[in-house]
């Protein structure tokens, strides 16, 4: 699997455009948290083009940015690359560490407990 490669700003400026749909630097500078500048909220716009991330489209004298790749295919871009770089490539590690770090709540316990059940009874049936 191609890693998504977005960093902290760039994933900030795809979060808005998902979020939204579309975006003109205007309208995405707006939105984030951060005070940036026009010039670098334009940027961090050309980098994520030029990485195949965003396409724009012209609006006027504006541009509009459109999002190329989901959000769920980022999150599991990311994901793969923490399991392949921090855990030697095996989940379960990531898992057993995030259920060992952090205190969950009975319904969280239950949420994960229904997620795994469903996958190994969906394979059990394959």
């Known amino acids: 699997m191609r ?11 795809m979060n808005i455009l998902w979020d939204a749909g579309s975006g ?5 500078r707006k939105a984030l948290r951060a005070n940036l500048a026009y010039t670098t909220v334009l940027t961090i716009l050309r980098n994520l083009e030029e990485k195949a991330y965003v396409s724009r489209i012209s609006e006027g004298r504006a541009h509009r940015y459109y999002p190329r790749i989901k959000r769920d295919a980022a999150r599991r871009s990311a994901i793969s690359r923490v399991v392949d770089t921090l855990f030697h490539g095996a989940p379960e590690d990531l898992i057993v560490h995030m ?27 394959k």
Do not use: C, Y
């Not at 003109?24 to 995405?28: A, G, P, Q």
């Open 24 to 28: 003109t630097v205007t309208t995405v």
């Open 99 to 125: 259920v060992e770090d952090r205190v969950l709540s009975d319904s969280e316990i239950r949420r994960l407990r229904s997620v795994i059940n469903a996958s190994h009874r969906s394979r059990a049936h």
């Open 3 to 13: 890693h998504l490669m977005l960093g902290d700003r760039e994933l900030d400026v």
